[in-house]
T-cell receptor, first 113, second 115 residues
Framework: EDKVVQSPLSLVVHEGDTVTLNCSYE??????LLWYKQEKKAPTFLFML????IEKKSGRLSSILDKKELFSILNITATQTGDSAVYLC?????????????FGRGTQLTVWP | DAGVTQSPTHLIKTRGQQVTLRCSPK?????VSWYQQALGQGPQFIFQ???????QRGNFPDRFSGHQFPNYSSELNVNALLLGDSALYLC??????????????FGDGTRLSIL
């Protein structure tokens, strides 16, 4: 059964802390792994990773994929209250040429001032 | 550039009723996928439409059906509503491309509550 597991499910930190969110997966026909940020409504796209070992960066956020060990991490440095959200990890599976996403339950990040 | 738009924003129905949710994809996108997100859970794939046909389907009963129109917009229909259908319904769009990987973009969702 295809599955994506995220940990921790919940995390509470103070502004300025660094956090690491984990995502492991067992999905057939792996195409890519994606991270989304969800604040109440639409998940907004953060990163797409397709190759192992290549770190993607955007400001204080970075992510890396390990296709051998089947996991990814999302790092957020110098956290701010605006980082409070649910972070979703998803794997794009492409048995046909059209992909579908398998999501984890998400990590609820709360950043206190 | 308009992103993915969904309507309505909120909906309240009673058990046994039927509901239709609507989605307009992001400009330039031709593929629409629907997801159900229960409280505290990640989105679950319902089905996907491309060229006005259902291309893939997740583990959802036949009460869940859909349609895609020539302008790429889509509808999700749910019949015989159950309490367990209460969830946030998300629409995602992408551009079909065999050779490259394009992320799906999500709308704000429709919050469906069943009483």
């Amino acid at each position: 059964e295809d599955k994506v597991v995220q940990s921790p499910l919940s995390l509470v930190v103070h502004e300025g802390d660094t956090v690491t969110l984990n995502c492991s997966y067992e999905v057939t026909n792996f195409r890519s792994l994606l991270w989304y940020k969800q604040e109440k409504k639409a998940p907004t796209f953060l990163f797409m990773l397709t190759s192992s070992g290549i770190e993607k960066k955007s400001g204080r956020l970075s992510s890396i994929l390990d296709k051998k060990e089947l996991f990814s991490i999302l790092n957020i440095t110098a956290t701010q209250t605006g980082d409070s959200a649910v972070y979703l990890c998803a794997v794009d599976s492409r048995g046909s040429t059209l992909g579908r996403l398998y999501f984890g339950r998400g990590t609820q990040l709360t950043v206190w001032p | 550039d308009a992103g993915v738009t969904q309507s309505p924003t909120h909906l309240i129905k009673t058990r046994g009723q039927q509901v239709t949710l609507r989605c307009s994809p992001k400009s330039g996108h031709d593929t629409v996928s629907w997801y159900q997100q229960a409280l505290g859970q990640g989105p679950q794939f319902i089905f996907q439409y491309y060229e006005e046909e259902e291309r893939q389907r997740g583990n959802f009963p036949d009460r869940f059906s859909g349609h895609q129109f020539p302008n790429y917009s889509s509808e999700l229909n749910v019949n015989a509503l159950l309490l367990g259908d209460s969830a946030l319904y998300l629409c995602a769009s992408s551009a079909y491309d065999t050779y490259s990987n394009q992320p799906q973009h999500f709308g704000d969702g429709t919050r469906l509550s069943i009483l």
